[in-house]
């Protein structure tokens, strides 16, 4: 798969998961730098917020929408996922104000944008995660998912909202 970033094509590996499919199980880093695993969070409609990293203007803008957007939602977790370290999305939500999404890093876990077919192979991303959103239902199965064309553009926040039904 290819998306772009600043209008040039940048591939991908990995095999990004389709709708209806069950989602893959993953273990991520947690803020309080423990794991987090796909089963720790089963029960609940889940949104995986997936992005290069929290640093940039795109990114920490798709933090702030899913915390305002989602937050009041019951029986729903916002996973925000990037390569950042706990400690640099722990200071950035606590600066922010941001209290209704959980982070976690795939630094620990570089299979993780293979498994999920996010991993940017090229370019000056080369190594972290393009931008996409999937929403996964109690069940586990994938009910929405957008693999955004242009890194630098903002996801569709009322589609994947409109998905956890």
């Given at each position: 798969m290819t998306?772009?970033?600043?209008?040039?094509?940048?591939?991908?590996?990995?095999?990004?998961?389709?709708?209806?499919?069950?989602?893959?199980?993953?273990?991520?880093?947690?803020?309080?730098?423990?794991?987090?695993?796909?089963?720790?969070?089963?029960?609940?409609?889940?949104?995986?917020?997936?992005?290069?990293?929290?640093?940039?203007?795109?990114?920490?803008?798709s933090v702030?929408?899913?915390?305002?957007?989602?937050?009041?939602?019951?029986?729903?977790?916002?996973?925000?996922?990037?390569?950042?370290?706990?400690?640099?999305?722990?200071?950035?939500?606590?600066?922010?104000?941001?209290?209704?999404?959980?982070?976690?890093?795939?630094?620990?876990?570089?299979?993780?944008?293979?498994?999920?077919?996010?991993?940017?192979?090229?370019?000056?991303?080369?190594?972290?995660?393009?931008?996409?959103?999937?929403?996964?239902?109690?069940?586990?199965?994938i009910v929405?998912?957008?693999?955004?064309?242009?890194?630098?553009?903002?996801?569709?926040?009322?589609?994947?909202?409109?998905?956890?039904?």
């Amino acid at each position: 798969m290819t998306v772009t970033f600043q209008g040039s094509p940048v591939s991908l590996s990995g095999t990004f998961p389709q709708t209806g499919q069950t989602a893959l199980d993953f273990t991520l880093c947690a803020a309080d730098l423990n794991d987090l695993t796909l089963d720790s969070l089963k029960g609940q409609k889940l949104v995986l917020n997936i992005f290069p990293s929290i640093d940039t203007p795109v990114c920490a803008n798709s933090v702030r929408a899913f915390n305002e957007k989602a937050s009041s939602l019951n029986n729903v977790t916002v996973l925000c996922i990037s390569a950042d370290l706990p400690f640099a999305t722990s200071r950035f939500c606590g600066a922010e104000g941001i209290d209704g999404v959980i982070t976690a890093s795939f630094f620990r876990s570089p299979s993780f944008t293979e498994d999920y077919g996010v991993n940017l192979n090229e370019g000056a991303l080369k190594g972290l995660a393009t931008r996409a959103i999937l929403v996964i239902n109690e069940e586990g199965t994938i009910v929405h998912r957008e693999l955004v064309s242009e890194i630098t553009e903002e996801p569709n926040y009322e589609a994947a909202i409109a998905a956890l039904g």
